[in-house]
């Protein structure tokens, strides 16, 4: 597969359609049909990203409406719902009105949070996605999840609101630093794992996960996103497969205060996860081997000590799919494929007991 692609995301329901345009150096020449008809536009972005990227993005999309660009510090701090008040306010004295269009630049934090203010800001306005961390142009800026932390917990408000388009440069990779590679990475191979065993194949045949390696499959991670959130916008049930390796992942993130990063916990929690299947005799031996053998070569480089397990389980009691004596999770049956339960459930639960047994198993092998 090439590096350029569009694929199509339509909501038939509203009749709503989001494209996403795959593209080296798109930034410098932004598509005027995600931004027709808009009355003026703000270019939405983090410090560290607007340093780099805000003045190529706005001199672009000054052409089409009068532009501005709005900053916050970066980092998930920001992410809450004071940062967002700030935003909408400097939009009100910016002027921008209900036909305004705002512009997500930067990662995950930055995509959330537009999207979030986006869905609210006058009751509703339009949005675009630029995501610029590898993890936002595979993951968090396809499916219109929008949202801020809270004092109670990660992404605790927030609203599914479908941006108007995602405008992917892949050379905007090229100034990411390695150390957040790996939270993309980790999305991509659970892509592999819940739906295209070629692109797990792709992946575990990479002589190293370098950003120039992993941008020729970036479309091909995109479109499994992009074709579950499709048929599942609001996570009714097949959504759920986006979660492989989350229940225990989000566990451990949280038990480690969030020192540790994101896509290391999803990896630990495939690794958890992919075991567990394997005891319920959902997921095949040999497969769930094959996935341990990508997975543990990329978990020796972590140098994670020790799981706490009785908080990790306390977490994981509280994620919003489990309740005290089962939780549930989403676990394949063979590499590309998702198990369903007899009732089609894409959710199985999971007893106290073989979730702690996988944290030993896991605890061992660090
Ligand atoms: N909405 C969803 O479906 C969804 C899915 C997964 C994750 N998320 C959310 O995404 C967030 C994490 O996103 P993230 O990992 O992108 O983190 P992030 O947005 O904090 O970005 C990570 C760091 O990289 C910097 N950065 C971004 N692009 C850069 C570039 N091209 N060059 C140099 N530096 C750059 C940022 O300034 C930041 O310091 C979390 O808040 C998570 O909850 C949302």
Redesign the pocket.
């Known amino acids: 597969m090439t590096n350029t692609a569009v694929l199509s995301m339509s909501f038939e329901r509203r009749r709503e359609k989001c494209d996403i345009r795959i593209e080296n150096g798109l930034l410098s020449r932004l598509p005027r049909s995600s931004f027709s008809n808009s009355s003026s536009i703000a270019v939405i972005s983090?410090?560290?990203?607007s340093r780099?990227?805000a003045n190529r993005v706005k001199s672009q999309l000054s052409k089409i409406a009068t532009t501005s660009v709005i900053t916050f510090p970066?980092?998930?701090k920001s992410?809450n719902i004071e940062t967002c008040s700030r935003i909408a306010a400097k939009m009100s004295d910016l002027g921008l009105d209900r036909k305004s269009t705002l512009v997500a630049l930067?990662?995950?934090?930055?995509?959330?949070m537009v999207?979030f203010v986006a869905s609210i800001f006058k009751r509703g306005v339009r949005y675009v996605q630029v995501?610029?961390?590898l993890?936002?142009q595979v993951?968090?800026?396809?499916?219109g999840?929008?949202?801020v932390?809270t004092d109670w917990g990660?992404?605790q408000l927030g609203t599914f609101y479908q941006p108007k388009a995602i405008l992917i440069d892949l050379q905007?990779?090229?100034?990411?630093?390695h150390a957040?590679v790996f939270?993309?990475l980790a999305?991509m191979i659970k892509s592999g794992v819940i739906d295209d065993s070629e692109l797990f194949r792709s992946i575990e045949k990479m002589d190293s996960f370098s950003v120039e390696n992993l941008k020729s499959l970036i479309a091909r991670a995109c479109r499994i996103k992009a074709r579950v959130v499709e048929r599942d916008e609001k996570e009714a049930n097949l959504r759920v497969i986006l979660n492989y390796g989350h229940t225990v992942g989000h566990a451990i993130e949280a038990s480690s205060n969030f020192t540790l990063s994101?896509?290391k916990c999803v990896i630990l929690g495939m690794a958890a996860e992919g075991w567990i299947a394997t005891k319920l005799g959902i997921f095949s031996e040999s497969d769930c081997m094959r996935q341990n053998e990508l997975l543990s070569g990329i978990i020796k480089s972590f140098k994670v000590k020790n799981l706490d397990a009785g908080k990790i389980l306390a977490f994981a009691r509280l994620d919003k799919k489990s309740s005290v004596n089962s939780i549930k999770m989403s676990l394949p049956e063979r590499i590309g494929k998702m198990h369903q339960m007899g009732d089609g459930s894409y959710l199985i639960p999971v007893k106290k007991e073989l979730f702690l047994a996988s944290l030993q198993k896991l605890q061992r092998e660090l």
């Open positions: 983090d410090d560290v990203v780099l990227y970066h980092g998930e992410k930067g990662g995950g934090v930055v995509g959330d999207g995501p610029t961390t993890l936002a993951d968090s800026s396809i499916g999840k929008t949202g932390d990660k992404n905007t990779l090229d100034t990411l630093p957040e939270n993309g999305e994101h896509g």
